[in-house]
Each structure stands twice: as structure tokens, then as C-alpha cells.
């Protein structure tokens, strides 16, 4: 069985604010960023000390991790930033561990959202911007994207990264043919697409796939729980 965390170094964290409470209404003004009413963002990114934790519990539980790095963290300006560059610490830590064999990572998206509509609104969620593959966008993008996210991956593991997790399993025929093209070998999501491109999609339902943010919401301890509650060991990639 696989054992995989997404979000990496993606700052839809940061910016991805809805609510699911009163049929949207919890999305009025800034009513979503209330713990109560808040479904997802706003979360701090993994530190040095979450990843050298989650470690530990890899290696005692003889486990191994695929980690979903988003390529770059998006600003409030449409900044990009090269996870190696802005997380530095985290990033040497895990491109040991991938040098070790226990994590391996996957490409997660360049950006994990549409550049300049990843801002929360006033009124409304802005979940769907914080999506990369839309079929309505051009294959240029989809191309520009994993070849961009892919090289930066590359160059700060010093190895081929052939794997691509679609943000929030969102993806089409142009991903695929985007993502063939750019060397990428293995799809992983919950929904496969049927295709003619030399390339595998690994269904993800059968995955433990978790993100950063129940780490950070609940403790490594949540993480541990998952270990011993799968007898399964979580011992390979594929
Ligand atoms: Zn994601």
C-alpha cells in the first residue's frame, strides 16, 4: 500500500478560504476565516521539526512516503517562489531522505492554482482557482507548467522526477499529452482518463493519501495512528 502527503510548498494554504457551513452563507466576508466556519486554509507550512517527526515515525514503522511537493509558492502579488528557495532547511531534509530511499517525491503542480484568481473573495469560495489542470485552459499551460514544475524538481533532488499528482485530481487529455511530452511517466489520481500516451495512471483509491494539513491540525500523533492502524505495511512506490 502507498503512503502519500500532497500540498507541499503549495500556498494554497495559504489562500484557499471557503466554507461548506449554511449553504455558502459561511463564505460572507469574514465569516470563513472563523474556525468555525473555515474548511480549509489557513495553515503554516511544515517546519524542520514537523519533517524530522514524520521521519521518525517512517523509519521506526519501516514505511516509506511519496510527497507531492508543489513546485513553487504563489504570493499575493502572483510571485513565484521555488520551494528549495522558500523553504530551504525543509528541502535539504527531504532530498536526504529521497537520497536515503524512504521519501520520494511527486510532482504536485508548478503553482497548484490558477495564477491571479487564487486570492480569497468578499463574497464567495475560491476553491475552484485552486486547481492547476483545467481542461478550459490552453495546452500551453499544462506543457509550461509540469515542464517549469518538473525542472525545478529535478535540479534540487539531482534526479528524474517522473511523477505528476494532479492538484485536487484534476486533469485531462491535455495534462497527459503535457505531461508525457515532459517525461513524466506515472499519473497517480482517484480518477483514471483513457488515453494513448506511453504513460501509467496509478489509481489513487486504494492510496492513503493524506496532506500537510492533518499534520499540522492534529500532531504527527495522527500520522502514527494511520501506522498502527494498517497492518498493510506502506513499504513501496511504485
Ligand atoms: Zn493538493
Redesign the pocket.
Known sequence: MLLRI??IG?S?KEFEIYSKKYFGFGNFLFLKYLRHFKAWGKYSELSLEDWKNISLLINKYNAKLLI?V?ACWVDKDSNLTPFPIKFPKEAMFIKNKVKEGSFKVAL??LT?CIVGKHKPRLFTSNRKYHREFWDYLPFELHFENIRKGKQILDDWLEEDVNIL?P??NVYCLKTIKAAYQNGIKYINADNAIKHEYNLKIIDSKNQVCF?DREIKLYGVKWLKKILDDNKEEFYDFF
Open positions: 500532497d500540498d503549495a494554497s507531492g508543489t504536485h503542480g497548484h499528482i492538484p485536487g496532506h
